[in-house]
């Protein structure tokens, strides 16, 4: 014996709830429980008709329910006739196939004799209440175009309203336009079959029409009646085998923006609760869709603006590639103060500019607008990178000072980047602004700390200084906003950390495409995984991103002999330049041998790398009166791999080996080195020294193996 033979005999059927799709599967008994012809469409509306809409409510919450928590539901619910009135009452049972927003419910109906005591039916009367039902569709309609954010949404919400009794067949939703009458959206019709009624004029002989000239609704209860008074557009629409139809005008704030109709295949007197009824949506349906148009205005506005102010990067610049990204937060008009830029310069190099104004609102979109337009034309002047900041402060400030004495003073960070593609040289001035990184052609990314200013637009006679990066073939810069950072909670620390995992996660062989390192990026800020790495920083206020990735390719000629997509690895390279005034980048000196070093096996020798640094650099700032200049690189294949530390200064004075007392302070360095290097040594140039040292990995695994011999 079959299943469904057993659950019919009991009077059980299977329904299946799919909400992705709004699709609806019943079996033969759920469709006779449930008062459904054997050919009805299973569609949303035509299974709310069934049901009393108080229960309907209540149903929509319990699956609701169901699917969220992955749990049983039971209600009881009253099936009704075309007329509203009850036939019986049946108790469904659900259980959630797969949970989450989109669920698919499956479950049985049954028929029950009556209510049990503490059930929701059981505190009301099983009769057919009008007005009591009304109010429970006008509440779940309500809700329903309260929840749509588009006019597409609205007139899917549209297209499946109905209750017991009153069912449209077909509906339409028509506005006036420059004397003309069209359809934004139907429901109902076979495809062609509303095409003659998709654009008419304004003063023709159609009810639609006709209640948008006048704003006074048309019904039309009987075929007669709309022959009589339409006799040109009724020959249009017999055919539909329709018996009554309603057009009501949407009224939005005062005006009356268009028209809604609703058809019906089953004789409507359209009585004045009938009429109530209708009145109310329609007025529902206007507002719904003149919040859509508003946000639909809003956004086009925003897509504008942002396309008018962040101009396209030039993709065919000789030994270079470039790709670049906007990202607004999503809020109000999406538009923000970030933005980025990409300006040729007379002498035939390029700058790259990107920047973020404080704040989120229009005034930080015009700044942002206005102060792109002063970088350009600064830059265009062939000013150099340090000379462009200057002039572009005193402009901000300068129009800051314009303002009413209320409004908000606004200041900028800016990256300002000259660079030569023939060398890859990057001349870089800064203000306040985070500082570029580097991803290394072995796919190492390090931050390279740059000199800078002060935010433009706070002192308006402001210096900055520039620094001095080679880009070498093969390695990819990125810059960018500090929201591509702090975006989802995280600060400089975890952000970076983030950054980095994306950065060096990606594969960029010589036949890369940044564009999908950008997409990579922005996918794990915005993506789904980032909502399993939220940062300490759980309230800060999401921010606009603006990035920038700049890559110089590797010449062919380098590339020929290679494997097909391989890359060549120069060795693993940084350098810094520490002057006298700013003891403060030691730290950043320790901390860019430890980024470089992120892969060493032993976290002992880097510790010991990071030491031995810090010393070299203390003694050229304490002892000599010139700057320090830091080169690291580490070569060869991973396992016997050979990283070679540089501190260069002006001074000829060589270092000495001293014998430091107990409680002296100084004179430990040299000491230091013979412990902790593998090699070091003082090479003189023509002017000043060179103190070097190396560490070997392979050296690491030797120690780690009379280690594990004692």
């Known amino acids: 014996m079959r299943t469904e033979d057993v659950l019919a005999t009991v009077a059980t059927g299977l329904w299946c709830w799919d909400n992705a799709a709004g699709a609806v599967t019943l079996d033969a008994e759920a469709r006779r429980l449930l008062a459904l012809a054997e050919h009805a469409p299973l569609t949303e509306g035509a299974i709310r008709a069934r049901f009393h809409a108080v229960d309907w409510l209540e149903f929509r919450s319990v699956l609701a329910l169901s699917g969220a928590e992955g749990s049983l539901g039971e209600l009881r619910m009253r099936v009704v006739d075309d007329q509203g009135e009850t036939l019986r009452t049946v108790r469904l049972r659900a259980k959630p196939a797969r949970g989450g927003s989109d669920y698919v419910m499956v479950g049985t109906v049954e028929e029950i004799a009556e209510a049990m005591e503490g059930t929701s039916t059981a505190r009301m009367p099983i009769v057919a209440d009008w007005h009591r039902n009304r109010e429970a569709f006008l509440l779940d309609a309500g809700r329903a175009l309260a929840e749509a954010h588009s006019t597409s949404e609205v007139l899917r919400v549209a297209a499946g309203l109905s209750m017991p009794g009153f069912e449209p067949s077909g509906l339409a939703v028509f506005v006036g336009e420059a004397g003309r009458v069209r359809v934004i959206g139907h429901h109902g019709y076979a495809p062609g079959e509303a095409d003659p009624f998709l654009d008419q004029p304004l003063d023709s002989a159609y009810p639609a029409a006709e209640v948008i000239r006048t704003g006074r609704a048309v019904y039309l209860p009987t075929p007669d009646d709309y022959r009589r008074r339409f006799p040109e557009a009724y020959r249009k629409v017999a055919h539909f085998g329709r018996t009554s139809w309603a057009f009501l005008p949407l009224i939005n704030a005062g005006r009356t923006i268009g028209a809604w109709m609703a058809g019906f295949g089953v004789p409507v007197a359209f009585t004045p609760d009938e009429r109530s009824v209708l009145t109310t949506v329609a007025r529902m349906l206007a507002q719904a869709l003149g919040r859509a148009s508003v946000t639909e205005s809003e956004r086009e506005l925003s897509v504008g603006l942002q396309r008018s102010m962040l101009p396209t990067v030039q993709p065919d610049i000789p030994g270079m590639a470039v790709a670049a990204r906007y990202v607004p937060t999503g809020g109000g008009l999406e538009v923000g103060g970030d933005w980025y830029d990409m300006i040729p310069l007379p002498n035939g190099k390029i700058a790259l500019v990107i920047g973020d104004v404080q704040g989120h609102d229009v005034k930080a979109a015009g700044l942002m607008g206005q102060l792109r337009i002063a970088l350009r034309a600064y830059a265009s002047e062939g000013h150099h990178p340090d000379a462009v900041l200057s002039r572009a402060s005193r402009f901000l400030a300068g129009i800051n000072g314009t303002g009413d004495t209320g409004d908000e003073q606004r200041f900028a960070t800016c990256l300002y980047i000259e660079v030569c593609p023939s060398s890859g040289l990057l001349v870089i001035a800064r203000a306040g602004h985070p500082d570029p990184a580097i991803r290394l052609s072995d796919g190492t990314l390090l931050v390279r700390p740059t000199a800078g200013g002060l935010p433009l637009g706070i002192i308006p006679d402001t210096d900055y200084p520039t620094t001095r990066i080679v880009l070498e073939p093969g390695e990819t810069m990125l810059v960018f906003t500090d929201g591509l950072i702090e975006t989802g909670g995280h600060d400089l620390e975890s952000g970076m950390a983030r950054l980095r995992q ?122 000599t009166d010139g700057d320090a200049l830091l080169i690291a690189e580490i070569s060869g294949e991973r396992g016997t791999r050979c990283i070679r530390v540089d501190v260069a200064d002006s001074s000829d004075e060589l270092p000495h080996r001293r014998h430091p007392g107990e409680m002296a302070s100084s004179g430990r360095g040299l000491v230091l080195m013979e412990l902790l290097a593998g090699a070091w040594g003082v090479d003189p140039r023509g ?19 009379f280690e594990g011999v004692t």
């Open 687 to 705: 002017e000043g020294k060179n103190i070097w040292f190396e560490l070997y990995e392979a050296a690491a695994g030797v120690e780690a193996q």
């Open 502 to 623: 994306t950065v060096e996660g990606h594969a960029l062989d010589a036949d890369g495409d940044l564009e999908k390192l950008a997409d990579a990026l922005v996918q794990a800020v915005h993506g789904p995984p980032s909502h399993y790495t939220t940062g300490p920083l759980i309230d800060r206020r999401e921010d606009d991103i603006a990035l920038l990735l700049l890559r110089r390719t590797v010449p062919a000629a380098v590339l020929e002999g290679a494997a097909p997509g391989a890359l060549p690895h120069p060795p693993r390279r940084t350098v810094m330049t520490i002057a006298q005034a700013e003891p403060e980048r030691i730290a950043q000196a320790r901390q860019q041998i430890r980024e470089l070093m992120h892969d060493w096996p032993d976290p002992d020798q880097t510790d010991s790398a990071v030491l031995m640094v810090s010393e070299m650099v203390t003694n050229v700032l304490v002892h």
